[in-house]
């Protein structure tokens, strides 16, 4: 117990330390775990051998994430991506299998050994590109959701690679007297005991068992959750919400288990079923502690888990083995990210962002010693090969935004981001006026689909918490995949007018049910949006002025409510009017010009005076 104690001290210490010092050096946290992991392991020996083993527990992080993730997409999202999930992750899997495959047997290695070599190194880190692209808002880019169909694809690639890597065994490794094909079935049959209870089953029942295992995640999902969530609810015991969080993802994650699919594609697929619920945020405020926790564990183990010693008897083998993966991958990502219609940004984004290779390259390392596909000096310099990739990752994400930061100084055109979600709201524009709306919709309990064409205002928003795409909202192509056809309502709040204009009369051509709430600059721009379709005109300083008014009428001898009183008729007058005069504007006639307009203009502004002094009157005869 007390060496439990001592090593939970040491690693949540390093933590504490060595992150907030990355942070705060541009350096993000990914790589202060990392470092912090190499300081208590390799450098001060704080740490035994035993990372292994909390690594495994540490990975509990990495199904969170992916349960969390699963959580914002909805059904529809998912298969939207399809296209991606099959066509650019499946090419990236098989292409980066087959370059380093092909290299390793450039360089003498058999072609067992090679293509084993090659199913390792194929797969990128879900936990380091997830949490970086999270921590720095690039999850919405199209680089962020292309590398994400990406790493969702490798988590799938991997049951199938399990299943092949028994029939990779090389002979000169069997033991003396064991067939080959015989060994490999019997290593086949050891890991899959070892891995999930269908060993013995034929191809089809092992399909069946699958399939069913896939349909309770869903069933439980869409039935049972819910009533467990309502029972929970009327027992007024906050804690038991977490526990029951913890329990759904835990549980699901033994359920793959035992059917030998992986638990974080798993709990993915019960936070997609769930992404509809009415309990999704509570369940993302109970699994987001434990998730960075985690995390941030598992990067700690990785850094303690790096063997110097065997750097040091091949440093040049190792760093090759590294460096050269991060080139083919590289390649291979480049390659597909132009074919795939991604370009500067993003293309540089999901290239230096998925070249490293990843947490279940060790499961497939572990694995493919058992079924003798590696012998195991290999096994130990690409263990450390993978390793030393996922500690130069970070890096790369540095290397990126300093890139993007060049990009934004010579004045290089941004793509804009691929919108995923819909919503009731669409908000179109999130400066200081667009922002108090969103955040007022959000905090009533509705969903909001931002859109701006100012990057930095995504960026900063996304620093705080709040979710928005980059793009030009008067594009026809973003309006409607942000979701112009299903929304009830569209806010136009941007800066630019003619911009606002434009939108308020493209979004009612394309739904004349739709309720158009624009933000005017003045009173010429209200004529301009009364006759576009807007349904709710705002001037962006009437309201703040109005109120200024009645500051000034309370302190000058109005009492609050004459003041009050005094701001109200002025609002309902001034609307009013405002619609009757944009009836008689002509933007072809100038205002100095347009008699009918100017005369109307007077008489309602008399109107409005004999209106004020009556109520007065009437405050004074009942005082």
């Not at 590398?147 to 003396?176: E, G, H, K, N, S």
């Not at 064991?178 to 050891?190: K, Q, R, T, V, Y």
């Not at 136009?492 to 933000?519: C, E, F, G, K, S």
């Amino acid at each position: 117990m007390e060496g439990f104690l001592y090593q939970a001290t040491i690693y949540l210490c390093a933590a504490v330390i060595a992150v907030p010092i990355a942070a705060r050096l541009g350096l993000g946290s990914v790589l202060g775990y990392l470092a912090a992991g190499i300081l208590i392991g390799p450098a001060l020996h704080l740490v035994g051998h035993e990372t292994h083993d909390l690594q495994h527990f540490a990975e509990f992080g990495v199904v969170m994430m992916l349960f969390l993730i699963g959580l914002e997409l909805e059904p529809r999202a998912l298969w939207d991506m399809r296209h991606k999930l099959l066509g650019l992750g499946g090419l990236q899997v098989t292409l980066t299998m087959l370059a380093v495959a092909g290299t390793a047997v450039a360089f003498g290695l058999p072609w067992q050994t090679a293509l084993a070599i090659g199913m390792i190194l194929a797969l990128s880190s879900t936990a380091i590109v997830l949490q970086t692209l999270s921590e720095k808002g690039l999850t919405q880019t199209q680089g962020g959701r292309s590398a994400f169909a990406v790493l969702l694809t490798q988590d799938i690639a991997v049951i199938p690679m399990i299943a092949l890597m028994p029939l990779l065994a090389l002979p000169a490794l069997l033991p003396r007297g064991i067939a080959a094909a015989e060994d490999a079935a019997e290593a086949s049959a050891h890991a899959a005991e070892s891995l999930s209870l269908v060993e013995g089953l034929p191809g089809w029942g092992v399909t069946l068992v699958t399939l069913g295992a896939v349909a309770a995640v869903i069933l439980i999902g869409i039935y049972l959750i819910r009533p467990v969530f309502r029972f929970i609810h009327s027992a007024h015991l906050p804690e038991m919400y977490t526990a029951f969080a913890l329990a759904i993802v835990i549980g699901i994650a033994f359920l793959m288990n035992l059917v030998g699919l992986s638990p974080a594609l798993g709990t993915f697929l019960a936070g997609v079923v769930l992404a509809n619920s009415e309990f999704r945020h509570e369940l993302e405020s109970d699994i987001q502690p434990f998730k960075g926790l985690l995390l941030g564990l598992f990067f700690i183990t990785v850094g303690a888990g790096i063997d110097f010693g065997v750097l040091l008897e091949a440093p040049l083998k190792v760093f090759g083995i590294a460096l050269g993966t991060m080139l083919l991958k590289g390649l291979v990502l480049l390659a597909l990210g132009r074919l795939f219609g991604m370009r500067r940004r993003n293309l540089m984004l999901f290239t230096l962002g998925l070249a490293q290779a990843g947490e279940f390259g060790f499961v497939l390392i572990s694995f493919s010693q058992q079924v003798n596909a590696l012998e195991g000096a290999l096994a130990e310099q690409l263990l450390l090969a993978v390793t030393l990739t996922m500690l130069l990752t970070p890096l790369f994400f540095i290397l990126y935004d300093r890139l993007s930061r060049r990009m934004d100084e010579g004045g290089e055109a941004q793509e804009p981001d691929e919108i995923a979600d819909e919503g009731p709201v669409i908000i179109a524009g999130i400066g200081r006026f667009g922002q108090i709306v969103n955040r007022m919709v959000q905090s009533s309990g509705f969903n909001t689909v931002v859109l701006d064409n100012n990057m930095n205002t995504i960026e900063l928003m996304r620093r705080f918490g709040f979710k928005g795409y980059f793009g030009d909202p008067t594009r026809p192509d973003i309006l409607h995949a942000a979701g112009l056809d299903k929304a009830r309502v569209l806010v136009a709040a941007m800066d630019d007018n003619a911009a606002v204009t434009r939108l308020v009369a493209y979004a009612r051509a394309q739904r004349p049910d739709l309720h158009i709430i624009a933000r005017a600059y003045d009173r010429t721009h209200v004529y301009q949006l009364y006759q576009a379709g807007a349904d709710d005109i705002v001037r962006e300083t009437f309201d703040s002025s109005l109120r200024a008014g009645r500051y000034v009428l309370e302190n000058i001898g109005l009492t609050d409510y004459e003041a009050a009183e005094a701001e109200r008729i002025f609002f309902h007058h001034d609307r009013n009017a405002i619609r009757e005069l944009a009836e008689l504007w002509d933007p072809k006639i100038p205002a100095g010009r347009n008699t009918a307009y100017i005369d109307r203009s007077k008489e309602l502004e008399k109107g409005l005076e004999a209106a004020l002094l009556a109520q007065l009157a009437d405050e004074e005869e009942t005082r």
